[in-house]
């Protein structure tokens, strides 16, 4: 059951929807009667009404959260960010510029002492607004301006042209 894909639950007016079958529970409606002003299962005006029963209206008040809390609290993700900036050889000494997922894992071990998946660092650095990033593959030997030079003089002259004859080209399809 729950939400489609990528719709968020709304806390708040859930709990605003409970707080109205106490009001009608203390009214003296029925649960059947709660069930349908609230446009919810009997099921579920079934246990509000027990809820109810046990704790008053504090027993239908929003719980917290929900779900399993993070193991890196905001200022653990914002000293992660900042290593991450720092980058990898600085942070754990690697020899190149790049972060793989592995490092990741291996960064946050290191720091924080938790042990994440690839799949579970990928999905935090996805949540902290970080993307893959694949490297521009380029030689170190590489040089530009020698390349700049080629581009604009040796380039032109190498490109293949059409014929400047007049003569039709024979993908012509038009009669003539």
Same mark, same amino acid.
């Given at each position: 059951?729950?939400?489609?894909?990528?719709v968020? &639950?709304?806390? @708040? #007016?859930?709990?605003?929807?409970?707080?109205? !079958?106490v %009001?009608?529970?203390? /009214?003296?409606?029925s +649960?059947?009667?709660v069930?349908r002003?609230?446009g919810v299962s009997?099921?579920?005006?079934? &246990?509000?009404? @027990? #809820?109810?029963?046990r704790?008053?209206?504090? !027993?239908l %008040?929003?719980?917290? /959260?929900?779900?399993? +809390?993070?193991?890196?609290?905001?200022l653990?993700?914002?000293?992660l960010?900042?290593?991450?900036?720092?980058?990898p050889?600085?942070t754990l000494?690697?020899?190149? !510029?790049?972060?793989?997922?592995? /490092?990741?894992?291996?960064?946050?071990?290191?720091?924080?002492?938790h042990?994440?998946?690839?799949?579970?660092?990928?999905?935090?650095?996805r949540?902290?607004g970080w993307s893959?990033?694949?490297p521009?593959r380029?030689?170190?030997e590489?040089?530009?301006?020698?390349?700049?030079?080629?581009?604009?003089?040796?380039?032109?002259?190498?490109?293949?042209?059409?014929?400047?004859?007049?003569?039709?080209?024979?993908?012509?399809?038009k009669?003539?």
């Amino acid at each position: 059951m729950g939400n489609p894909k990528g719709v968020k &639950r709304d806390f @708040a #007016a859930l709990e605003r929807r409970r707080l109205r !079958a106490v %009001k009608l529970f203390e /009214r003296g409606c029925s +649960k059947a009667e709660v069930a349908r002003r609230c446009g919810v299962s009997n099921q579920s005006a079934g &246990r509000w009404h @027990a #809820a109810w029963a046990r704790g008053g209206p504090q !027993a239908l %008040k929003h719980p917290g /959260r929900a779900g399993r +809390k993070p193991r890196l609290q905001p200022l653990d993700r914002l000293q992660l960010a900042a290593d991450l900036q720092s980058g990898p050889e600085k942070t754990l000494g690697h020899p190149t !510029a790049l972060w793989t997922l592995p /490092r990741v894992v291996a960064l946050i071990a290191h720091r924080f002492g938790h042990r994440y998946s690839t799949a579970q660092a990928s999905r935090l650095l996805r949540q902290m607004g970080w993307s893959c990033q694949k490297p521009a593959r380029r030689a170190v030997e590489r040089d530009e301006q020698a390349i700049r030079i080629w581009k604009q003089r040796r380039w032109p002259a190498l490109k293949k042209k059409p014929a400047a004859t007049g003569e039709r080209s024979s993908s012509w399809t038009k009669a003539g």
